[in-house]
């Protein structure tokens, strides 16, 4: 039940002998994530024809292989965290974020045992988190804020329900992880919820970009493609059963029940074209996507992750989420 599974080799062959989508149609992969489950509203309802796009949804759960191949042209767009793309870019192949689709509000967090109280009272700690994911991000961003950084924590890498099994048998003093392992972990008998992404509003969001070239080849059909998004939401918002349903069976996996889909989008919101917009912003007043962008290049960059030397607005193209 992680958000970012360490994947197969079935995913490699499947690259192997699939290249990126044709003319009139593009290639999304995704992890397996309720904040994904509009794309298949999107299919199914036939809103992607509507808009005159063909788009094919891969499931693909590990983040490397995922994002090369969209680097490597396989892929048209990909669904991630903000955070995680400029980790995988490589020089001469520019990034564009253009659309937000969904926004934690709570599904991500840190159980912490009850005597720790804030982030500060994580200094000396032994912290539980995966390196590498946006559980890393999320932790150096609240470190950053509060005057410190990893240095001052006890690390200990795994992955992120593993980190919530760990909390909970007392190995580790804090646990950086996302629903249902934080609710289990906040169950212990000496454990609580530290901080929700609730408290930072926009620094854990799904974004789907892709590569210059395809935005050159294919600029109609990305834009088709988030007008599509848009109907999705407006579907959900008159039929949430029928939606909970499709998207169940779409995202699959720990999800495909329709009953655990809806409960798991208690932690998320799906991100309309309002939101879009004000989460953009524009190039004279940039919105809070700078901001998050901003820091994720801040964090992985002392982290040595950093390949390119790219500044936010390189990555921001604020033109496709206007419809």
Do not use: C
Not at 72 to 97: C, N, R
Not at 174 to 181: D, H, L, N
């Amino acid at each position: 039940m992680l958000r970012k599974l360490i994947g197969t080799g079935a995913i490699a062959a499947l690259l192997a002998f699939t290249g990126p989508a044709d003319a009139g149609s593009l290639k999304l992969g995704h992890s397996t994530w309720v904040g994904y489950g509009p794309f298949y509203i999107a299919r199914d309802k036939g809103f992607f024809k509507d808009e005159g796009v063909d788009v094919e949804l891969v499931i693909m759960e590990d983040t490397p292989i995922k994002m090369g191949a969209l680097m490597a042209g396989q892929l048209d767009l990909v669904a991630s965290t903000v955070d995680e793309f400029p980790i995988y870019m490589k020089p001469g192949i520019g990034l564009h974020y253009v659309l937000a689709v969904d926004n934690s509000k709570g599904g991500d967090g840190i159980v912490a045992t009850k005597d720790i109280t804030s982030i500060e009272g994580l200094k000396g700690k032994k912290v539980a988190f995966e390196e590498g994911s946006v559980s890393q991000f999320f932790l150096n961003a609240l470190l950053k804020d509060a005057g410190m950084s990893q240095s001052d924590v006890e690390a200990v890498n795994m992955a992120a329900t593993d980190a919530g099994v760990a909390f909970a048998a007392g190995q580790v003093d804090a646990a950086v992880t996302w629903e249902p392992a934080l609710s289990q972990g906040a169950a212990a008998p000496n454990g609580h919820i530290l901080l929700t992404s609730a408290d930072k509003p926009g620094l854990i969001t799904d974004v789907v970009a892709a590569t210059d070239t395809t935005l050159k080849d294919k600029k109609a059909d990305v834009q088709a493609f988030v007008r599509a998004w848009y109907k999705a939401l407006d579907f959900i918002k008159s039929n949430p059963d029928e939606a909970n349903a499709i998207m169940a069976k779409g995202v699959g996996g720990w999800l495909s029940d329709p009953k655990v889909f809806a409960e798991t989008l208690s932690g998320i919101e799906y991100i309309d074209k309002d939101k879009n917009i004000a989460f953009f912003g524009t190039p004279d007043a940039p919105g809070q996507i700078t901001k998050t962008l901003g820091t994720a290049l801040d964090v992985w960059k002392g982290f040595g992750r950093i390949q390119v030397d790219v500044k936010p607005a390189d990555m921001i193209d604020y033109d496709f989420v206007k419809g």
